[in-house]
């Protein structure tokens, strides 16, 4: 049975305005290869804003994530770590933001190799400072950055990286992962006294906003929060994972994770504004199996499999922003579309998201967002494209299972070409020697050596034409 909220929750947690019916989006279309709203400029003037109380800030219900920017010759710089961040490109792609009413810019010094927030502050300098809002973060991962004068020297460069005299948004960097998440907590912000210090840089004015990013441990939020409620430490807001995919199953489908529902829930009962990431789940509800894609073109069919998703994580009341990391012209277009103005997710549309949420869980992909936080694999496997083209075949249903099957030969096919295809050999899940070192750098919890494992059985199985059944889950 699939889990859903009741109408009160529902009216309780996502708002009063939102249980009308919405309205589908009519206008002429130019190109019969694209949906209407696909052809559509997207307005100027009609970006949805919210409200931030501590503030009074006016923030676009659509935030610029600053994670994967262009590259010259095209591409990020995932995919070509060696090429130069486009400049040109990315000004571009800023100006149409701000002209289209997007005023948050999230960055980090961690994000594109240490190259986001220097190009992040060129794009914002050229416009007047009252036009945007900057959120960057404490990312201080490595043990050599721990320390308090390496922490300090971290906050002072993205000052001068952003070309700015204070922070918007800061955030301490994704709380609650690592294998023992209190005293990584600690060793980063409680032991060298940075937390106290980040309160006495807000308190100057160079901080206008202090908050957490949380990914993993759900006893390091509780804690957070506890703070909060005896005034220990503020929260001005508080960045999670939320989507319909998450919001009733994260749990189930990781066990270290924790559903977006009751994250929201407990920040939505302190008044704390909440920032959302992760809206599409790195992509995979984007790219969702084929069935679930016609069951959406029904309901909407001018809108994007995409739109749903963002349209679901912009309906809660609480939600102050929505971060996507754009990298093309056409994700800036298509989100703003989304989001001039937003058509809040309706009672009977978020009861379809939940029943879409359980057919997704049953497919039993690989939570992974091709965060890249695994990488480099010391002995060259590209992780995350084994697990994208393991999770692409199960949304084509190229997952062979049973020799008698008709089906079965061309499934082989599909899986093991396409996998040589997409993971050179050398970098595949059969190089993995278990040493484990990826998995405390997992925001999502998963046990990569397992996984690695699952795969290689199975692509080992089809090589000697066996069944893939026969594969330990």
Not at 43 to 53: A, S, V
Not at 263 to 281: F, N, Q, T
Request: aromatic share 8%.
């Amino acid at each position: 049975m699939a889990k859903k909220i009741n109408r009160r929750d529902f009216i309780k947690l996502f708002g009063g305005g939102v249980v009308g019916s919405s309205a589908i989006l009519a206008a002429c279309n130019n190109d019969p290869q694209k949906t209407t709203a696909e052809n559509q400029e997207p307005p100027k003037d009609k970006m949805t804003m919210r409200i931030n109380h501590n503030t009074g800030d006016k923030v676009s219900l659509l935030g610029y994530g600053m994670m994967r920017l262009p590259v010259e010759g095209g591409g990020t710089e995932r995919d070509h770590p060696d090429a130069a961040i486009d400049q040109e490109m990315v000004n571009r792609q800023v100006d149409y933001a701000i002209e289209h009413g997007v005023n948050y810019f999230d960055t980090s010094p961690a994000y594109c190799q240490g190259r986001s927030e220097k190009s992040t502050g060129i794009a914002l300098h050229r416009h007047p400072r009252d036009k945007y809002f900057v959120a960057t973060k404490m990312s201080n991962f490595s043990p050599e950055t721990r320390t308090r004068a390496a922490s300090i020297e971290m906050f002072e460069n993205s000052l001068k990286e952003l070309q700015v005299e204070y922070i918007d948004y800061l955030l301490l960097h994704s709380i609650g992962g690592g294998r023992d998440a209190e005293e990584e907590f600690n060793e980063r912000f409680i032991n060298n006294g940075i937390l106290d210090w980040l309160v006495e840089q807000k308190k100057k004015g160079r901080i206008r906003n202090l908050g957490f990013s949380y990914h993993g441990d759900v006893s390091i939020f509780d804690m957070l929060l506890q703070w909060h409620d005896e005034e220990k430490y503020h929260w001005d807001f508080v960045q999670v994972e939320l989507n319909y995919l998450d919001w009733n199953w994260a749990n189930e489908i990781n066990s270290s994770n924790t559903d977006a529902s009751y994250l929201y829930e407990e920040l939505s009962k302190r008044d704390i504004p909440a920032v959302i990431m992760e809206p599409l789940l790195g992509g995979r509800l984007a790219n969702v199996p084929d069935p679930v894609v016609r069951k959406m073109k029904q309901q909407r069919p001018d809108d994007s499999v995409a739109s749903w998703a963002f349209r679901y994580a912009g309906t809660p009341e609480k939600v102050l922003t929505v971060l996507s990391g754009m990298t093309y012209m056409e994700h800036l277009r298509e989100n703003i579309r989304t989001y001039a103005p937003l058509q809040p997710i309706t009672k009977e549309e978020n009861d379809f998201l939940m029943e879409i949420a359980e057919d997704i869980y049953n497919q039993k992909n690989i939570p992974c967002n091709e965060c890249n936080y695994c990488m480099p694999c010391p002995y060259g496997i590209n992780i995350p494209s084994v697990f994208v083209h393991y999770n692409k075949m199960i949304r084509e249903g190229n997952i062979p299972n049973d020799r008698k099957d008709p089906e079965y030969s061309r499934q082989r096919k599909a899986f093991l070409v396409g996998y040589d295809r997409s993971v050179p050999r050398l970098r595949q899940a059969s190089h993995c020697i278990g040493c484990g070192q990826c998995n405390e750098h997992c925001p999502q919890r998963i046990d990569i050596p397992k996984e690695m494992r699952k795969i290689d059985t199975m692509v080992e199985n089809l090589k000697r034409n066996g069944k893939v059944k026969d594969v330990e889950a």
